[in-house]
């Protein structure tokens, strides 16, 4: 992998941007200045009129930038290959241990540099990647047994989003069972040997270093606690798919009698450093063994309805204590607007009632509850002394033209799509411009190249 781009938090930006409006956490705000220093909001001033000189305008709705808090990155490759013919998510699950057979760290980082450029295009300035391809077809660790994380970690920088980089332990076929020959490349063996080759890697401003269990069938019971220490021991993001299929749940009762958030809970899992991912078919203890214990919950709609997962009981779940965060997971689209409006959607669907989550609410998820999922509380709001970390919604185009400013974020939330992104910025970097991404110059070419490769 050939590294040509300067991570985006490499030299300290020192900036002024002027928002024809700005979201700022209760209310569209007109004609607001936002002064940057060292990547960071320094000052946030209002009624400024007209920009002043040397300043950078962002006509449009800015927003904070959004957080993408569940990604897989090299299931973009499966975008529409997928949708051919019937099935479940156990069929879809063979094509896509299909495609990650194929993929090396080089042909990753192409992967992923490409999917990330996508993702600060549709406004997201920070990912959590669950990441768990971590050795060659077989199960051989490479030269350098974190090739393919820290290829992940690269394409982040060359991208200009930040990365939380979630190392997930992935140990077992399912209870009691073996790696299959396609997930020998995922494990470690034991959690002590996951741990040991985790704690190689190394974070800093732009790049996180996180945890994650893929699931309960994945990770012995008695390992769950190494994984959990692990992550304690570092006050890092801890991630856990959680209750995404019934089989799974099913199966958890047969081998140990209790449902998986059970297990979890008994294995301290659970905890505000905790984000369970879907928690879509759960009792109502598990509801509040989660939201008691502050445990976040991921949503990822478009991926849930796309492998007909079913609705996760979102409103519950937060009513109960578990704050709500957003992700693309397996990038059936990239489009956080798309996600959070799918949130609310899906709830009147399955409710027949309207105005679950306000637009307020839905940007929160999609912001500020998903950089502190990923470990970035601060980042998220428009404030001094948060990231300044950017996202510039056009109000003129066919699907934003027309209502007042004051309903802006409405119009954002219900109506916009990740193509209305017209800035995004990281650490107060330019780093995409009137919709156009400055580090990776053509990002169509170099999706259509990454995938490509992978499909011969």
């Not at 490479?142 to 920088?157: F, K, S």
């Not at 699907?399 to 209305?420: I, K």
Request: proline letters at 5%; a negative charge.
């Amino acid at each position: 992998m050939q590294l040509t781009a300067q991570p985006t938090t490499g030299t300290p930006v020192t900036a002024t941007y002027w928002l024809s409006h700005a979201w700022l956490g209760t209310h569209v705000e007109p004609d607001v200045l936002l002064d940057v220093a060292h990547g960071r909001i320094a000052g946030v001033r209002t009624g400024i009129a007209a920009p002043p000189p040397g300043a950078t305008v962002l006509r449009g709705l800015t927003l904070p930038g959004l957080a993408n808090t569940h990604s897989h990155a090299f299931h973009r490759a499966l975008r529409s290959t997928v949708q051919v013919g019937s099935g479940t998510f156990w069929t879809w699950r063979e094509t896509m241990y299909r495609t990650a057979a194929r993929l090396t760290p080089d042909t990753y980082y192409d992967l992923a540099r490409a999917t990330y450029a996508e993702m600060v295009l549709a406004g997201i300035t920070a990912v959590g990647e669950f990441h768990y391809l971590h050795h060659a077809p077989g199960g051989t660790p490479y030269d350098n047994p974190n090739a393919m994380g820290e290829a992940l970690i690269a394409a982040a920088a060359e991208a200009g989003i930040r990365i939380t980089l979630l190392d997930t332990a992935y140990l077992a076929a399912g209870f009691g069972e073996k790696p299959s020959r396609h997930q020998l490349r995922f494990a470690d063996g034991t959690a002590d040997a996951w741990a040991e080759r985790a704690s190689l890697l190394k974070g800093d401003e732009h790049a996180l270093i996180g945890a994650a269990i893929h699931s309960v069938r994945a990770v012995p019971a008695g390992q769950l606690a190494t994984v959990a220490q692990w992550a304690r021991d570092r006050d890092a993001p801890l991630h856990v798919h959680l209750s995404e299929q019934t089989a799974e749940n099913e199966a958890c009762l047969a081998a140990h009698g209790v449902t998986p958030t059970r297990l979890l809970a008994d294995h301290g899992v659970l905890g505000p450093r905790t984000t369970g991912i879907h928690n879509t078919h759960l009792t109502a203890e598990d509801i509040v063994l989660l939201g008691a214990s502050r445990t976040g919950t991921c949503m990822c709609p478009t991926t849930e309805r796309d492998l007909a997962d079913g609705i996760g009981p979102a409103t519950a779940l937060q009513k109960a204590g578990s704050p709500l965060s957003l992700g693309s997971d397996s990038h059936a689209v990239i489009d956080l607007f798309e996600e959070a409006r799918a949130m609310e959607l899906d709830e009147r669907l399955r409710t027949h009632v309207r105005g679950h989550w306000t637009a307020a609410a839905l940007l929160r998820a999609a912001s500020a509850d998903g950089h502190a999922a990923l470990g970035r509380p601060e980042a998220g709001t428009l404030e001094p002394g948060a990231p300044a970390d950017l996202a510039t919604v056009a109000l003129d185009s066919v699907r934003t033209a027309g209502p007042v400013p004051r309903l802006a974020a409405e119009t954002a939330v219900f109506a916009a799509s990740a193509a209305d992104v017209r800035h995004t910025v990281v650490a107060g970097r330019h780093i995409v411009r009137d919709g156009r991404h400055t580090l990776v110059d053509d990002v169509p070419g170099a999706l259509a190249s990454a995938v490509a490769a992978l499909h011969g």
